[in-house]
C-alpha cells in the first residue's frame, strides 16, 4: 500500500469516528459542547486504539476550570491532538491545537461570541500556527484555520469552516499542516506562548 492511500484509509478512520460522535449530537443524546468534545475525543481513541496505516494517536482534553487549572483559558483550544506516522518513506510527530465551538449552518454568531472565538483563536496562535476551530452541527462537522476566523467578520461559523473533518484529518496525517514543535498531546509539552506584541498605525507625514 502506498503512503498517500494508507493516509486516506486513516483520514477515513477518522472521519467515521467523528460523524458517530455527531449523530450523538444530531439524535439529543449529547447536548453540552464540552460533553461532545469528549464524545468526539473518546471515537478518536477507540478508533485509533490500534495502529491504522501506520499512524499513532494520542489526544487530551485540556481543563475548563475557572482559575489558574485553566488551561483553555491560558492558550484558547479545549483539545490537543497529537499523531505520529513512522513509514518507510514518511516519519513525523506533530500537534495542532483545537477550539470547539457548536453552531448550526446559517446560524449567526453574537458580536459577543465572535469576538471571545477571536480572542481564542489568538491565544492559540500565540502557541503555534498550527491551531484550529472545530464547528460542531448536527450530523456534521466542519473546520477551519484559527487564522482565518481570527481574521474573518463573517459570523456564519459553519460557512466560515470550509474544511468538511475527512480534509482536515488528511491533511493533519499526509503532514502539510501540524506543528512539530508540539511532541505529545500534554500541556507541559506546549512551547511557552508569545506575549509580545508590536503594533503601530496612523497616518505618517514626511518631515
Known sequence: MGFEEAMRRAAKAA???????????????????????GVLVGNLDAEFSKNIAGVEWSSSILRHRKGVASEEGRIGADVIIHVAVKTKI????????????????????????????IGQCDKMLAVTPASFVFNYAMNDMRCGSASKISGSTNRDLYEACTWTSYRFFLELFRSPIGDPRLTSAKVKDLPVPVVLKLAAEGDLVTE
Open 15 to 37: 472521519d467515521s469516528a467523528v460523524h458517530r460522535a455527531m449523530r450523538k449530537y444530531g439524535d439529543g443524546l449529547v447536548t453540552d459542547e464540552d460533553d461532545l468534545t
Open 90 to 117: 514518511q516519519t513525523y510527530s506533530k500537534a495542532v491545537l483545537i477550539q470547539a465551538k457548536r453552531h448550526q449552518p446559517g446560524a449567526l454568531m453574537s458580536k459577543t461570541e465572535q469576538m471571545d472565538l
